[in-house]
Structures are given as C-alpha cells and as structure tokens.
C-alpha cells in the first residue's frame, strides 16, 4: 500500500522500492521480538493483566515467516529466474502486470472474509472498534507530519520527503492481519483490531495524499507533478 500512497503523491519510486525492501528484511528479523515485548514484556511494566494470553516469540516468528519470508523469498526468486530466462523486458512489462494483481486480489479477499466473520462484532461492539480506531488516527497523522518534516529538515526534497512520510505512516496492515489470523485464530479480538486497521487506514491516507501535494506548493514551493520535484522550486518560476 506505502507504494500506492507514493505514486499519489508524485514521491519517489526509487527511494519507496528501497524502503519497503528494507523494511520487509526488518520484519522479518525484529517483527517477533516486538510482538513479544509488546505482548508480554510491556503489559507487565504498565500493570496490565495478561492472564490467559500465551504467546512466544516461536509462534510469531514462524506466522511471520510464513506469510512475509516466503512471498519475499518467492518474489526474488522470480526476478531471478524471469530475468535469467526471459530478459528483464519481458519480466517487467508482460510478467509483472500479470501477477501483480493477484496480490491485492488476496488481500481483498481476506479482508472480506474477516469482515464476514467480524461483522457481528463491530456492529454490536462500536465502542471497542472506536477504541481501536482513535489510537491508529493518531498514529497515521503524527508518524505522517515527522516524516514530512523530517525530510524537509533534512533537505531532501519533496519527493523524497514525501516517500519518508509514507513509509513511516504505513503500518502494513496485510502482515498484522495475517499474523492476527495465524496466532489468534480468524474470530479473535486480535484479528478485529486487524480488520478496523485499514478501515482506518485508507481514508485517512487518502487525505493526507491531497495534504501532501498542497505541502509540495505550501511548505516546498514545488510542483509535485513536476519530473524532478526534487529541484523544481515554484519561486525560480517567472
């Protein structure tokens, strides 16, 4: 999705590919351990009741490399062997496009079968999704402004800057939705907050696609439409 966000807001398809590269090699390494400590460590420090909640790093570790290793491993090696044997026209112009759908077919199809199991409990339960939902707001919103404002301090551009906000506004909500799933079951309260996260998602980076490309007029006096937003400046334009 972080992909998606970029090219609406005329980032850097360069910088979002090494990103989303890097941040999946992260996951897969320190996605266990967070889950852990989120799970286990940080409840017993704030007082929390964690009686009945029994998950190991084991169990995330294999969910996660289950469902992110193996696409990432697979996905490697089709360029590889694509590039090898057909050239890397004929993989990226009549490969790609073909199988590339497919993966938002599946999270769809996901999605809804969550949403048929899960309706029940978002309609009877809306202070529970409300509880779930305030918290991500926040977090898409301020993760989304530091990014934006930590490019710009940086000197980075606007479209680098941009690629920044994105990748830090994403949580990449296809891997918490499937390690939900494979740790809690489908029906769990883990799998519901898993669900209300790109309810929450999608609207509210919809939005802040169209606060980014007012930013890159506002804030870096830049056409984001622009070849090189990089080092277009709206103020050298007579």
């Known amino acids: 999705m972080v992909v998606i966000w970029n090219d609406l807001a005329c980032g850097e398809r360069e910088a979002t590919a090494v990103l989303v590269a890097i941040n999946s090699i992260f996951q897969v390494v320190a996605f266990s351990l967070l889950g852990w400590f989120y799970l286990t460590v940080l409840p017993g420090w704030l007082g929390l009741d964690t009686q009945g909640l029994e998950v190991s790093v084991g169990q995330i570790a294999l969910n996660v490399l289950v469902f992110l290793g193996v696409p990432l491993i697979a996905g490697f ?61 926040v977090y898409f919103a301020l993760m989304w402004f530091v990014g934006l404002l930590l490019g710009k301090g940086l000197g980075l551009g606007y479209a680098r800057s941009t690629t920044l906000a994105f990748t830090a506004a994403g949580n990449n909500f296809e891997l918490a939705i499937a390690v939900a799933i494979g740790t809690f079951g489908a029906a769990s309260g883990q799998a519901l907050a898993g669900v209300v996260g790109p309810l929450i998602e999608v609207p509210v980076l919809v939005g802040l ?30």
Not at 116 to 135: M, N, W
Not at 216 to 226: C, E, G, K, S, V
Not at 228 to 236: G, I
């Open 77 to 137: 090696a089709s360029r590889w062997i694509g590039e090898k044997r057909r050239g890397r026209d004929w993989y990226e112009n009549r490969f790609l496009p073909r199988v590339g759908p497919w993966a938002l077919y599946g999270l769809l199809f996901t999605i809804v079968l969550l949403f048929a199991l899960q309706g029940e409990a978002i309609t009877s339960s809306p202070f529970d999704v409300a509880r779930i939902a305030l918290p991500l707001l």
């Open 209 to 238: 696609v169209y606060v980014s490309l007012w930013a890159a007029r506002a804030w870096f006096h830049t056409d984001p439409y622009a070849p090189d937003t990089a080092t277009t400046d709206l103020r050298r334009t007579p």
